[in-house]
């Protein structure tokens, strides 16, 4: 609190300092003083234009990718290292976890009597399969939870980003790309259940139950061109993914 302190010796900082701690959005603080005993505060706000959830955080980002401020969240989910690299697309067939999920619901005699490295590969590859589903379901079920939340703030018209690479982050280009697509797609009536930014080189955008890839590469107004001729032709209403990371766009069915 800066109850009682003297005119004289309030600084511009602490105010804003003060003030940031409680509203996040605040981009700058102006102090005036008016002696004897009189200040004014003019606040500069710059809401934020995206929310950036990983595992680990959900930010709001300014057009700049600028860090406006975080959502309180606690229940984010969190992986082994075997969980980790099994996620990450590691063939680890002879892990505990395969081998644990394999011995399920099997006796104690039955256990006795297998020989992990005589069962076949497929049958590994199977269980390696259903416990990666697994996971990524886990991941699913949290960015799901997370965006209803979202949908009670302040913000809950703000594009939201899910990025799963930790090594990933939104970047202003990415921002603005992002919301031109958003944009552009809502301006034809598309709903958009997720946007998934999967590389430094490209994102995903899921509307319609329809998979559309965009390159950060390539120019995304050619993009955004490519896919309203995909929709004025009738393409994009049989389509399962539209991939425009190329002049010659790809339409799988």
Same mark, same amino acid.
């Given at each position: 609190s800066l109850i009682g302190e003297n005119i004289i010796f309030l600084r511009e900082s602490n105010v804003?300092?003060?003030l940031k701690s409680n509203i996040p959005e605040i981009d700058?603080?102006?102090?005036?003083?008016?002696?004897? @005993?009189?200040?004014?505060?003019? =606040?500069?706000? %710059? +809401?934020?234009? /995206?929310? *950036? =959830?990983?595992l680990n955080s959900v930010k709001y980002l300014d057009i700049n990718a600028k860090d406006k401020g975080e959502l309180e969240y606690s229940e984010y989910p969190s992986f082994s290292e075997e969980e980790s690299q099994i996620l990450s697309g590691v063939n680890l067939i002879d892990?505990?976890?395969?081998? +644990? !999920?394999?011995?399920? @619901?099997?006796?104690? #005699?039955? !256990?006795?009597?297998i020989d992990w490295t005589k069962v076949e590969v497929?049958?590994?590859?199977? /269980?390696?399969? #259903?416990?990666?589903? *697994?996971?990524?379901? $886990? /991941?699913?079920?949290?960015? %799901? %939870?997370?965006?209803?939340?979202?949908?009670?703030t302040p913000f809950s018209d703000l594009p939201v980003? #899910? =990025?799963?690479d930790p090594n990933l982050s939104l970047d202003s280009t990415e921002i603005k790309n992002i919301i031109l697509v958003r944009d552009n797609l809502f301006s034809r009536n598309k709903e958009i259940s997720s946007i998934v930014l999967t590389s430094e080189y490209s994102f995903e955008v899921i509307t319609n139950s329809k998979k559309v890839i965009f390159s950060l590469i390539r120019d995304i107004t050619a993009q955004v061109v490519d896919l309203d001729s995909v929709i004025f032709y009738g393409y994009f209403d049989n389509a $399962? /993914?539209?991939?425009? $990371?190329?002049?010659?766009?790809s339409i799988v069915y």
């Open positions: 804003s300092d003060l700058r603080v102006l102090l005036y003083k008016y002696l004897p @005993g009189k200040i004014s505060v003019e =606040i500069i706000q %710059n +809401n934020p234009s /995206i929310i *950036e =959830i990983t892990s505990s976890l395969v081998l +644990n !999920k394999y011995l399920e @619901g099997k006796t104690d #005699e039955e !256990k006795l009597l497929s049958e590994k590859q199977k /269980i390696l399969k #259903e416990i990666k589903a *697994e996971l990524e379901n $886990r /991941i699913s079920v949290y960015f %799901n %939870n997370v965006k209803e939340i979202l949908k009670t980003v #899910e =990025i799963l $399962r /993914i539209v991939d425009l $990371r190329t002049e010659t766009y």
